[in-house]
T-cell receptor, first 116, second 109 residues
Framework: GAVVSQHPSWVICKSGTSVKIECRSLDFQATTMFWYRQFPKQSLMLMAT?????????EQGVEKDKFLINHASLTLSTLTVTSAHPEDSSFYICSAQGQGLSYEQYFGPGTRLTVT | KQEVTQIPAALSVPEGENLVLNCSFTDSAIYNLQWFRQDPGKGLTSLLL?????REQTSGRLNASLDKSSGRSTLYIAASQPGDSATYLCAGNFNKFYFGSGTKLNVKP
């Protein structure tokens, strides 16, 4: 149980285009999902917290107009990188927090974005 | 802002050796701490989750401890194997997860 999927697993896009990444909790409901970014040889940095039915909360330094997050249901959150630039190339990982008291996070396999 | 620190940044050991990875955090108001493994170019594999009310958790050859008062957690790996080679990340849950920078482990055959 507690499986989180991401789609696509990798994507290459041209500079100036937008890319949407989906994060789904497959066998549980997640009221809260998190989006992280990982640059090569670095750790994961929290970008934003996504709550179902409300606006996402962005970490300091993350442009909310560039990284659009939508959490329309208890099993799906999307991250759209708008007007992507080469510096947005990174590994994007989502996680979903299960309901209950454990507060454990379940991570998706990640999406590698390359902007040319 | 909470900070999570991991030392050492890299570790190379011969197969069969027992080893300890360290994780420290600055805020004792932690909900839980999770240890992950990440293979190159891959996502995260959760290894152990320790709730703030717990002192340690064990899974197979892995044992993780948590000391909230000192802001420290350790991951103990017994009888290391080459397949254990990966980057190990700890993450503290302070209502948001903050990750350490990781320890890159190489177990030599």
């Amino acid at each position: 149980g507690a499986v989180v999927s991401q789609h696509p697993s990798w994507v290459i896009c041209k500079s100036g285009t937008s890319v949407k990444i989906e994060c789904r909790s497959l066998d549980f409901q997640a009221t809260t999902m998190f989006w992280y970014r990982q640059f090569p040889k670095q750790s994961l940095m929290l970008m934003a917290t996504s709550n179902e039915g409300s606006k996402a909360t962005y970490e300091q330094g993350v442009e909310k107009d560039k990284f659009l997050i939508n959490h329309a249901s208890l099993t799906l959150s999307t991250l759209t990188v708008t007007s992507a630039h080469p510096e947005d190339s990174s590994f994007y990982i989502c996680s979903a927090q299960g309901q209950g008291l454990s507060y454990e996070q379940y991570f998706g396999p990640g999406t590698r974005l390359t902007v040319t | 802002k909470q900070e999570v620190t991991q030392i050492p940044a890299a570790l190379s050991v011969p197969e069969g050796e027992n080893l300890v990875l360290n994780c420290s955090f600055t805020d004792s108001a932690i909900y839980n701490l999770q240890w992950f493994r990440q293979d190159p170019g891959k996502g995260l594999t959760s290894l152990l989750l320790i709730q703030s009310s717990q002192r340690e958790q064990t899974s197979g050859r892995l044992n993780a401890s948590l000391d909230k008062s000192s802001g420290r957690s350790t991951l103990y790996i017994a009888a290391s194997q080459p397949g254990d080679s990966a980057t190990y990340l700890c993450a503290g849950n302070f209502n948001k997860f903050y990750f350490g920078s990781g320890t890159k482990l190489n177990v030599k055959p």
